[in-house]
């Protein structure tokens, strides 16, 4: 119940930020939905056991959580980190870029009223 | 010799760019010897094939699927094999004397001598994926050979790759369906156990596909219109793959299938209408041609619906018969269109209204023709006149076989409409005979071709001529084909004289109504029209072809937007569906949800969601980007937490490190950009955001939680340490019992690492202008200072983890984060760092992770299989543990790169080159200092 919530809550608020659009808000949508994502996959291999893996000797099975979901989310929330990193880049690449050919414009303009306080 | 056969033409192919480079366009004669002595190779086979064996080569091939290399040689097998050999070696012959000094030869005889290989493929397999190699290999050879020839042929040629490889998409269909039913795709085999195996509704669904695959082939309606298309190609390869063997792949097709289908009167039926409208409307638009190339396609169109026509008829005189027309038509067909040729680059035309009284000029070609022109007309002496008559016996003992349950009346309609067919082929074969050799000679300075030139043809038209006079030495070959086709052994009687029977009398009418349709001309043409008609079964090809086109433009367009809103849009009305139907079925199906286990929700999950979700609200609203970037890690933290209490700490310790990461890479990029506002329209933004949220949680609430942990879990938890040796579980499916998954998702994070270098150009100083920035030379001073000692202490934790992650929280993506958290904390104070560079990381990392996949197979085990060795004073060590040293490399290569290249803004590039202090250079400077290396 509890994970249902935080579920539709983090969904929620990450499917606003990514529809309402802007690189960063992008970002941070994409974000709070792979955490949404990740609490989808732990809760499926349920959240009534709650003690960790580690089968060391005296530990009982009956109480460890399911591994497999751990598995597929430790290299889910690394994958999301590969991919927000290149998200990133290509942010910093079109800011650049687009910064870039802001300054060449008005270096454009410079030029142009320079010569123009020139000729007069 | 079945195999040395096969092999020696598909090998020569490799040296034809050899032999051309030496031969140029004489290169066709030594192909011809090479098929020629093929031929023999069978023919040291054949005494075996005709005294009632089979010759069975087989080979394993693939293991997996239980496919082994078979090659059979049977009476059905040999007799096609001969007709692609000897006509091969023919055409082949005649393709020197052909073609232009100029013309690009090459290619030409390279696909030329791969397609021969191929259609030898296809007659002699045994099996049934072998065989469907071969057909789609010869579908290929034939569009590079019409779209050889240019601008022109290229749509001609996309029209035959189409249609014919529609056929070939239908044949694998009936393949897979006949493997999977039968558990086997040895032919003989799948024949053997049909009976029991292939219920009446598998061959209503096999059938269909066959004689899809077979009737696009053999050109049959309403797919003709590629064959009379495909002329523009040369003549050579008219001659050889549209006139005697590549179109008569499909008649092979049914006559090797058709015991498999004798009792079902679909089969039939379907077979003899389409053949025999087929076989009528190909000779009606044969008669309208002016071109003669043209003319004698829609001819082998006609002809091969009569041989459609006569495996449907069923009986084994008819299958007999069909064996027979196939040869006799390779015969006259092949000689036609190499004749055709000749005329061609003699009198420079092969329009029937520019040629006239050629044999005053070219007797021994007329003679040739003549003779060629009988055969196919059914005039006798010759093998077309035998053809000819049995399959007018077939189709009249139509009622003989079983399907049509004695009905007297099928025997006459079909022999009645055989009779219209034969007509319209004798005034057609008249007219080719006729309009080019009388009349008067037009064109001055014709010679005859030189005896070179003539050869190949006058060894098929003497060689229809010498089977006319003396059938019987078909007879064995054909019997052999009967049983081939599942019947018993039966005596053929072939003659030429028969007595006055039913048949002869047939042939009687359809010469008589041949001559009154050729001399009574002009009523015919006044009724058909004058002008060749303009074919319109390619434009509605093309419409098809277009509108299809059009329709995938359209279901595109919807695409080509860079608004998020619209891509998610289907993603999100898809899963909303879904959702619907879970909601409304699965609580239905099993009378309402099971109860949810208790200890699913416990009270500290409610101080959770306090800290949560203030924290998301906040991040939501805020409108500086730093602010929301440290919300943001804020978040990650209380789900961090939140694993940990879970009972996941090493997902809790990598989402931990996951998030630091993140803030320090993003911090310099973000820090630069505004937080854009109301780009998308709020209320869209507002009713998706409830509709996902209250969706995604409401299907959390309902699937998830209500039954008691998986058999796979309990499997894991009770097997890992018996089978990896490691009792961290996690850890053990990440490197051992999912190894292949992680491999690839490593490689993913390879890749977005490469995209990420690829993205962004080197600029090193920014990050620590940056730092700069925010903190006073004094707060540097004290970062440096605490970095110094921090990194150290960071690296060996990295080891501890990665050493004992198999056993304990820790492994391969742990520790590459943590090592990455040294470097991060390296490059926020300026220090550099002696290690190598991101790009040797990430491939050395992917390379050490591949290279273990290979341990296993070495020492005989499976990719990727954990490996133990013992080794003293450390303990037992298993190869998975360089494996997970790999995934290291390539995770501390991904945080490194990005922390080179994700620098902020503003930057110029020629600044950072000029400084030349940095994390590439590695004793460089006075800020350096060593660490690790």
Redesign the interface.
């Not at chain 1, 539709?8 to 309402?20: E, H």
């Not at chain 1, 460890?64 to 497999?68: E, V």
């Not at chain 1, 929330?77 to 290149?86: H, L, P, R």
């Not at chain 1, 990133?88 to 690449?93: D, I, K, M, N, Q």
């Given at each position: 119940?509890?994970?249902?919530?935080?579920?539709?809550?983090?969904?929620?608020?990450?499917?606003?930020?990514?529809?309402?659009?802007?690189?960063?808000?992008?970002?941070?949508g994409f974000?709070?939905l792979g955490?949404?994502a990740?609490?989808?996959i732990?809760?499926?291999?349920?959240?009534?056991?709650?003690?960790?893996?580690?089968?060391?000797g005296e530990l009982l099975?009956e109480n460890?959580?399911?591994?497999?979901p751990?598995?597929f989310?430790?290299?889910a929330?690394?994958?999301?980190?590969?991919?927000?990193?290149?998200l990133?880049?290509?942010?910093?690449?079109t800011?650049?870029q687009s910064?870039k050919a802001e300054d060449e414009s008005i270096g454009r303009i410079e030029g142009q009223a320079e010569e123009e306080g020139r000729s007069s | 010799m079945l195999v040395a056969s096969l092999a020696l033409v598909g090998l020569t192919t490799f040296f034809v760019p050899l032999l051309v480079r030496y031969l140029g366009r004489f290169t066709g004669y030594p192909l011809a010897v090479v098929f020629l002595a093929s031929a023999a190779l069978l023919l040291v086979d054949s005494p075996e094939v005709m005294s009632g064996e089979t010759i069975v080569q087989s080979w394993q091939w693939v293991a997996a699927f239980d496919v082994q290399f078979t090659l059979r040689l049977n009476g059905l097998a040999l007799l096609f094999a001969m007709l692609v050999l000897g006509v091969g070696a023919l055409v082949l012959s005649y393709a020197p004397q052909y073609l232009d000094p100029s013309y690009e030869v090459g290619r030409l005889y390279t696909v030329l001598n791969l397609f021969a290989a191929a259609m030898l493929g296809i007659v002699l397999s045994g099996d049934l994926i072998l065989l469907l190699v071969f057909w789609e290999v010869t579908t290929l050879c034939s569009f590079l050979l019409v779209a050889g020839n240019g601008t022109a042929g290229a749509w001609a040629a996309t029209r035959a790759l189409v249609i014919t490889g529609i056929g070939g998409l239908s044949l694998f269909g009936a393949v897979v369906l006949l493997a999977v039913k039968t558990q086997t795709t040895d032919i003989a085999t799948v024949f053997a156990v049909a009976p029991e195996r292939l219920t009446t509704t598998d061959l209503a669904i096999i059938g269909p596909l066959i004689v899809l695959a077979a009737f696009t082939k053999s050109a049959q309606l309403p797919f003709h219109f590629w064959l009379p298309g495909a002329m523009v190609a040369i003549t050579p390869v008219s001659a050889y793959l549209h006139a005697a063997t590549l179109v008569k792949a499909g008649i092979y097709l049914l006559l090797l299938f058709s015991p498999l289908f004798l009792d079902m009167p679909a089969w039939n039926l379907t077979l003899m209408t389409f053949g025999l409208a087929t076989a009528v409307f190909g000779a009606f638009q044969a008669l309208r041609q002016r071109d003669l190339k043209s003319l004698l396609a829609y001819s082998t169109v006609s002809q091969l619906g009569t041989m459609v026509a006569l495996v449907g008829v069923g009986t084994s005189a008819a299958l007999a018969a069909a064996a027979l027309l196939v040869a006799a038509h390779a015969l006259f067909k092949a000689t036609l269109f190499m004749l055709v040729g000749i005329v061609d680059r003699e009198a420079g035309s092969r329009d029937l209204a520019e040629l006239s009284g050629l044999w005053r000029a070219m007797p021994i070609t007329a003679a040739l023709t003549g003779l060629a022109a009988m055969s196919m007309a059914g005039l006798p002496p010759l093998v077309g006149f035998v053809a000819k008559e049995e399959a007018f016996y077939s189709f009249l003992d139509t009622p003989q076989a079983s399907w049509t349950a004695g009905q007297e009346w099928t025997g006459i309609v079909a022999a009645a409409i055989a009779v219209l067919g034969a007509a319209l082929t004798f005034a057609y074969s008249a007219r080719i005979f006729g309009g080019v050799f009388f009349g008067p000679l037009t064109q001055r300075k014709l010679y005859e071709p030189s005896w070179l030139f003539l050869a190949p043809a006058f060894v098929p038209a003497v060689a229809g001529l010498v089977l006319g006079v003396a059938p019987g030495l078909l007879n064995g070959i054909i019997d052999r084909t009967t049983v081939d086709v599942g019947f018993a052994m039966v005596q053929s009687d072939l003659s030429l004289w028969h007595g006055f029977s039913t048949a002869l009398i047939l042939s009687i009418i359809a010469i008589t109504l041949g001559s009154i349709l050729h001399f009574r001309r002009r009523w015919v043409m006044r009724w058909l029209g004058e002008e060749p008609p303009t074919p319109i079964a390619p434009l509605i090809f093309d419409r098809i072809w277009y509108g299809t086109l059009r329709f995938g433009a359209k279901v595109g367009r919807s695409a080509h937007t860079t608004s998020v809103g619209v891509h998610l849009f289907g993603v999100g009305v898809l899963l909303l569906g879904l959702a619907i139907i879970g909601f409304v079925v699965i609580p239905g199906a099993g009378g309402g949800l099971p109860a949810m286990i208790p200890g699913s929700a416990q009270p500290v999950d409610i101080a959770i969601l306090a800290l949560l979700v203030p924290a998301v609200v906040f991040l939501a609203r805020t409108r500086s980007a730093i602010a929301a970037l440290v919300l943001a890690g804020f978040v990650g933290l209380i789900i961090a937490v939140w694993l940990l209490l879970l009972g996941a700490p090493d997902v809790a310790l990598t989402l931990l490190l996951v998030e630091f990461l993140t803030v320090v890479v993003a911090a310099p990029v973000l820090s630069r950009l505004p937080v854009h506002r109301d780009i998308g329209r709020s209320t869209t933004a507002a009713i998706s955001a409830i509709v996902v949220g209250v969706v995604s949680g409401l299907a959390v609430w309902a699937f998830t939680g209500r039954r008691e942990a998986s058999d796979l879990s309990e499997y894991f938890l009770a097997e890992a340490e018996e089978l990896t040796g490691g009792t961290n579980v996690v850890n053990t499916i990440l490197v051992d019992f999912r190894g292949l998954d992680t491999l690839g998702e490593v490689t993913v994070l390879f890749a977005a690492a490469l995209g990420l270098l690829a993205a962004t150009a080197v600029t090193i100083r920014a990050r620590q202008d940056a730092v700069t920035e925010v903190l006073g030379a004094g707060e540097r001073a004290v970062l440096r200072v605490g970095a110094r000692v921090v990194i150290p202490l960071l690296f060996i934790a990295a080891l501890v983890l990665f050493w004992r992650g198999h056993d304990e929280p820790g492994g391969g993506f742990i520790a590459g984060l943590v090592a990455g958290a040294a470097v991060a904390v390296a490059s926020i104070a300026g220090i550099s760092l002696r290690i190598p560079s991101a790009f040797a990381l990430l491939a050395s990392g992917l390379a050490i992770a591949l290279a273990s996949a290979f341990i296993g197979p070495l020492v005989g085990g499976a990719a990727l299989e954990p490996i133990k060795v013992d080794v003293p004073v450390v303990g037992s060590l298993t190869s998975s543990l360089i494996f997970d040293l790999g995934v290291l490399l390539i995770v501390v290569g991904l945080v490194r790169a990005a922390l080179e290249r994700l620098d902020g803004l503003g930057m110029d590039d020629e600044d950072a080159s000029e400084d030349g202090s940095g994390d590439d250079a590695p004793s460089a400077t006075n800020q350096a200092t060593g660490v690790a290396s």
């Open positions: 119940m509890t994970l249902a919530i935080a579920v539709g809550f983090l969904a929620a608020v990450g499917t606003w930020l990514v529809v309402r659009g802007g690189a960063v808000r992008l970002i941070l974000i709070l955490h949404a990740n609490l989808i732990i809760s499926a291999g349920g959240a009534f056991r709650r003690e960790a893996p580690l089968v060391d099975a460890a959580a399911d591994p497999l751990q598995a989310v430790l290299t929330i690394v994958i999301t980190f590969g991919v927000t990193v290149y990133l880049s290509l942010v910093a690449r800011a650049k910064s | -």
